[in-house]
């Protein structure tokens, strides 16, 4: 098969998912990063650099150890940074505007920041009901909502951030509701993935 015939298959796929209400954008860095905020690497980088760390290449155990150990050492210069580096005062970019304007049924990111909640006020993002956490889910979850799911936290409530290795450890036991109802959506719904190095 071509790669055209491939490309025309998906697009297909993708037309079909939107018409049954069962399309699902996951959003990565690589959105957010068109408006001036930092990839993950980046921002480790920053941290590995509080930490005086000289180690010229960062694997992927470093992602996660990094922020762990900046974390213990010295909490309030974690949050500080996140807070430094992922501000609120970035303007959403054309992508994130794309993604509203598609409507998928729910909308999945990795992101801390309000790129996506901030859209042009004529888009539908005030459809959308944000949650974060399980609490959030709990207290706004309902049948038939359209979610904007920050599954890695949001930037306005530092604690609910999930960057270190023990955030992801722990993942799957802080965030049930959370996990689960995407394991449903994986089962049930069609994933365009967008900013994602899929590393």
Do not use: C
Not at 88 to 116: A, R
Not at 122 to 151: A, E, P, R, S, W
Not at 180 to 194: C, G, Q, R, Y
Request: glycine share 4%; aromatic share 8%.
């Amino acid at each position: 098969m071509s790669n055209i015939s491939n490309i025309a298959n998906i697009m297909n796929k993708l037309y079909k998912a939107m018409d049954e209400s069962k399309l699902v954008i996951f959003v990565g860095a690589g959105v957010s990063m068109n408006s001036g905020l930092p990839s993950w690497m980046s921002l480790v980088k920053k941290m590995q650099s509080a930490l005086k760390i000289d180690k010229p290449e960062i694997d992927n155990e470093d992602m996660l150890r990094i922020p762990q150990i900046l974390s213990t050492q010295n909490a309030p210069k974690y949050k500080e940074l996140l807070k430094k580096f992922i501000k609120n005062d970035k303007e959403s970019n054309s992508l994130d505007d794309l993604i509203v304007k598609l409507e998928p049924d729910h909308i999945i990111t990795t992101n801390y920041d309000h790129l996506l909640e901030n859209v042009p006020s004529q888009y539908i993002i005030k459809n959308y009901t944000v949650v974060y956490n399980d609490k959030t889910f709990i207290d706004n979850g309902n049948d038939g909502n359209h979610f904007l799911i920050k599954m890695h936290g949001d930037i306005r409530d530092i604690n609910s951030i999930v960057l270190k290795e023990s955030d992801y450890l722990n993942y799957s036991n802080t965030h049930i509701l959370i996990s689960n109802f995407i394991k449903s959506l994986l089962a049930t719904h069609v994933f365009l993935f967008v900013g994602y190095s899929l590393k």
